[in-house]
């Protein structure tokens, strides 16, 4: 009797991620949690990098129950990550997760990458359905990544997410630098900095002689504050920014009132 | 030689939107500022709504010149509408236009549609790149919907946003009842109202007998606020809420402090 209780008051944690099922960031997740509640995955079927919050609007949706980590329930989706996360709401789950983690992302989502990031916004969607939520990001792109002190932090901060009562939205935006754990120094909440990419399209022909331009871009950052996240994880601090979706600039809204429009 | 002066002091207006160029709101806010500077539109080659803040990543992008109104330098890109504004000032403008406006959307883009939404992506782009934006959305999602006030509306917000010094990241998300110009009681700068879709895909089989599942939802309002959008739209004004890309929750930082992480 009392081990079904225990069953039956076990937390749900939904994982997904933007590098999608097959990339080593979300398996380290998984395993960094999977003794702490009933672990479900929903993760896209291929990379979905860069997508930012976009859903799908014009085609259908298709989920896919897949072989992950032995006892985690997992499905690929053909969609963005937000699509994930709510198809896994309302189609897999049929109710709200007690905590909802994205990642981990094989590279960085601090400053401004959380506005064009899957991993951040997969985290925002269930944030906005009032699922506590965190992204985690590791500053490594390559897929041999080292992940054992991401698994370290995400095992710290899913624990503290699940320990206590939060604001129903809370959502934490998780950086790691790319470094052994015995030299991250500790965890620093953060702001945002501010930061943006200098684009530089690379222009060529294709084999029928029109032209193309393909996305790149150097990273610069302008803001000098010790207390911005990307002060804190080239100090080999992990950054945790606390995240809204409540983009009102108030400060703005108190100089247009002035404007008589 | 006045009035060659005069020419070169013209500013530059970049338009886009998430719809297509072969949308009719484009048209409009093209044909509402025409004269108000040189306009250049860069906008999506199909309808790219829902596209939230996604970047391409994967594949190459191509700009195509077309013809649109006369007197308006006009190119369709195969990419997103982030994609659209970074092509524009990188490889169509080479400089930084004075002001960017993208839509007018089909469909509104208040409250919680602004993290969706392709129009307010591409403007909030244009905003991060230190360019006065605003994002344009009348709510009537129709084809044939009247966007004879939302010249007007768009027209005035413009003027505005030329006629002098903003802060440089300035960024406006406009929406315009789908009433009668006379009807329309003024403008109200408000505050994104807390909403959400309750999510109910529809879940069908396809002719191989496999189940997909097609997005839906239903728009609610928790907010009862009447310095919201929501508020504000129900009660015949245009709402104009200013957005900012610093998506730090300064309020939950506090708060965080004393997790001792």
Redesign the interface.
Known sequence: MAKTKQKKEEPIILITNDDSIHAPGIKALTEAVKDLGRVVVVAPDK?Q??????????Y????QKVNFIEGVEAYTCNG?P??CV??A???VLHRKPDICLSGVNHGANHS?N???SGTM?AA?EAS??SIPSAGFSLLDYSVEADFSASKTIVR??AI?MLSKKH?KH????VNIPAIPESLIK??K????A?A?YE???I??K?PTG??????TGEFVNFDKGKDTDVWALKNNYVS???????????A??E???K?K?
């Open positions: 990379p990098s860069g997508m930012g919050h976009a859903i799908t609007i014009g259908p949706l298709r989920l963005t937000v699509d709510k198809l709401v309302d189609k401004i959380v506005i064009y916004s925002m906005i359905e710290k901060i503290m604001n809370l959502l934490l935006n500790g965890i909440i953060c702001r945002q501010y943006k684009e530089d399209f222009e060529r294709d029109k032209m193309y331009y393909w996305l945790v920014v606390p995240v809204q979706f409540d983009l009102t600039n108030y703005m809204k100089q247009l009132e404007w429009l």
